[in-house]
């Protein structure tokens, strides 16, 4: 199970122009090297993808922040990386996915308890393993942890990595609905891991006595995050613990982002969220979040968790640690700098209602009908209806102080790196 957050009194930080009361620090508990040696293998093995071409860094990579640097991301049925990425001719994909793909920074912090962009799958002591998640009393058990959970979805997405229909052992079970039960698609994947002589000797060394599982091999996964991506020695961090000062401009952005331009109102604490969902009129592209009998386009959110309507097109706030290096931003990637992103927030509505899509990053899915703005009146009106955000007026200069507050918040991690080859024989991703 999680481990509980011990109690950590708040924390007076100061610089020589700023004081901020920021909350406990983060608390990242130790990671087994051994585990996260294992999962940095798994993370880069397409054998976890039903077509075994997919992994999770091809959505997640390094050379694009733990991202993929596209607003919408081809999954299964692409070839190549990041923008380059493109469709292939052999198995073209049904559609884009529909939310832009997150990153990874500081996921292994104990305040992280809700993952995905809805918050779908989070930390619950009256659900199965102490985690709800969309599968509810199905859900397996074994998972340490929600990250550990939340890490393995993606191999149930046909779009993602399970692949399309019949075309693999993989997608049939998906296809099925036989998911977490016995036998089914966890199962098989974590079979087709035991069926190889080298991962059953680095899950004996890892975890000894216990037997390679779905939930066992999510959990080494989420170590390998944990360990890889913790990213807290920022050049705020250090400022904040007396060591050198931020630059002139950074510190008045500083100042900016706690104070008038109302920044920390969400991004608030040592990783700047709040962990909340709020509303803040993103213009919509892209296939929608419907379930199989609707026909619309729209993503409305975290509605569609709670059923509660002034959850409608309510997003989950996402850290800004990093930032610098995981555009494009927004649910669906719709800004592609820190600057249009900022000037959203300043005036969304205004900013909904002139979207050009021409600013989000789409790789080419010729004959799709996905790429269209969502642009219906009913639906405008509904989506800036729920905007929570006040329009504000900042200057040119100010925005770009926040642009350079945002870059001290940058510590591009890495410890493991690529690796050269996994255990799979396939190739490896990002190489």
Request: glycine share 10%.
């Given at each position: 199970?999680?481990?509980?957050?011990?109690?950590?009194?708040?924390?007076?930080?100061?610089?020589?122009?700023?004081?901020?009361?920021?909350?406990?620090?983060?608390?990242?508990?130790?990671?087994?090297?051994?585990?996260?040696?294992?999962?940095?293998?798994?993370?880069?093995?397409?054998?976890?993808?039903?077509?075994?071409?997919?992994?999770?860094?091809?959505?997640?990579?390094?050379?694009?922040?733990?991202?993929?640097?596209?607003?919408?991301?081809?999954?299964?049925?692409?070839?190549?990386?990041?923008?380059?990425?493109?469709?292939?001719?052999?198995?073209?994909?049904?559609?884009?996915?529909?939310?832009?793909?997150?990153?990874?920074?500081?996921?292994?912090?104990?305040?992280?308890?809700?993952?995905?962009?809805?918050?779908?799958?989070?930390?619950?002591?009256?659900?199965?393993?102490?985690?709800?998640?969309?599968?509810?009393?199905?859900?397996?058990?074994?998972?340490?942890?929600?990250?550990?959970?939340?890490?393995?979805?993606?191999?149930?997405?046909?779009?993602?990595?399970?692949?399309?229909?019949?075309?693999?052992?993989?997608?049939?079970?998906?296809?099925?609905?036989?998911?977490?039960?016995?036998?089914?698609?966890?199962?098989?994947?974590?079979?087709?891991?035991?069926?190889?002589?080298?991962?059953?000797?680095?899950?004996?060394a890892a975890m000894p006595g216990e037997p390679i599982t779905f939930a066992n091999i999510a959990n080494v996964i989420a170590?390998?995050?944990?360990?890889?991506?913790?990213?807290?020695?920022?050049?705020?961090?250090?400022?904040?613990?007396?060591?050198?000062?931020?630059?002139?401009?950074?510190?008045?952005?500083?100042?900016?982002?706690?104070?008038?331009?109302?920044?920390?109102?969400?991004?608030?604490?040592?990783?700047?969220?709040?962990?909340?969902?709020?509303?803040?009129?993103?213009?919509?592209?892209?296939?929608?979040?419907?379930?199989?009998?609707?026909?619309?386009?729209?993503?409305?959110?975290?509605?569609?968790?709670?059923?509660?309507?002034?959850?409608?097109?309510?997003?989950?706030?996402?850290?800004?640690?990093?930032?610098?290096?995981?555009?494009?931003?927004?649910?669906?990637?719709?800004?592609?700098?820190?600057?249009?992103?900022?000037?959203?927030?300043?005036?969304?509505?205004?900013?909904?209602?002139?979207?050009?899509?021409?600013?989000?990053?789409?790789?080419?899915?010729?004959?799709?009908?996905?790429?269209?703005?969502?642009?219906?009146?009913?639906?405008?009106?509904?989506?800036?209806?729920?905007?929570?955000?006040?329009?504000?007026?900042?200057?040119?200069?100010?925005?770009?102080?926040?642009?350079?507050?945002?870059?001290?918040?940058?510590?591009?991690?890495?410890?493991?790196?690529?690796?050269?080859?996994?255990?799979?024989?396939?190739?490896?991703?990002?190489?």
């Amino acid at each position: 199970m999680r481990c509980l957050i011990p109690s950590v009194a708040a924390a007076m930080v100061a610089t020589a122009a700023f004081s901020q009361d920021l909350g406990p620090r983060p608390i990242f508990p130790e990671v087994d090297p051994a585990r996260a040696q294992l999962g940095q293998l798994l993370f880069y093995d397409p054998i976890l993808s039903g077509n075994r071409r997919v992994s999770c860094a091809t959505c997640h990579h390094p050379d694009f922040g733990t991202s993929d640097g596209v607003s919408l991301a081809i999954g299964d049925g692409g070839i190549g990386l990041g923008p380059k990425r493109r469709i292939d001719p052999d198995n073209p994909p049904e559609q884009r996915i529909p939310r832009n793909a997150p990153g990874l920074w500081n996921l292994g912090a104990t305040e992280y308890t809700r993952f995905f962009h809805d918050g779908r799958l989070e930390l619950d002591p009256s659900q199965p393993n102490g985690i709800r998640t969309p599968l509810g009393a199905d859900m397996t058990v074994g998972f340490d942890s929600p990250l550990a959970a939340q890490a393995m979805f993606p191999v149930l997405s046909g779009d993602e990595m399970a692949g399309h229909y019949s075309e693999n052992e993989i997608s049939r079970l998906v296809r099925q609905g036989l998911l977490a039960q016995p036998g089914g698609a966890w199962d098989e994947i974590a079979a087709r891991v035991s069926a190889i002589p080298a991962y059953r000797a680095l899950f004996e060394a890892a975890m000894p006595g216990e037997p390679i599982t779905f939930a066992n091999i999510a959990n080494v996964i989420a170590g390998f995050i944990a360990f890889e991506w913790r990213a807290d020695d920022a050049p705020f961090d250090r400022a904040m613990a007396g060591g050198p000062p931020l630059s002139p401009m950074a510190q008045a952005g500083q100042e900016l982002f706690y104070g008038a331009a109302g920044c920390a109102n969400c991004h608030s604490g040592w990783l700047q969220t709040d962990h909340d969902f709020h509303a803040i009129a993103v213009p919509q592209f892209g296939p929608g979040k419907a379930a199989r009998f609707e026909s619309h386009a729209r993503d409305e959110g975290r509605i569609r968790v709670t059923g509660k309507a002034e959850d409608a097109y309510a997003f989950r706030t996402p850290s800004l640690r990093n930032v610098t290096l995981t555009a494009p931003y927004g649910h669906n990637g719709a800004f592609p700098t820190q600057e249009s992103a900022i000037r959203h927030h300043l005036d969304p509505e205004t900013s909904l209602r002139s979207y050009d899509l021409g600013q989000a990053i789409l790789p080419d899915l010729p004959g799709s009908q996905d790429d269209v703005v969502l642009s219906s009146a009913e639906d405008i009106n509904a989506i800036a209806a729920a905007n929570e955000l006040p329009a504000k007026v900042l200057t040119d200069e100010e925005i770009a102080k926040l642009e350079a507050f945002l870059k001290a918040l940058e510590d591009p991690a890495e410890r493991l790196g690529v690796p050269t080859s996994v255990p799979s024989g396939l190739p490896v991703t990002g190489l």
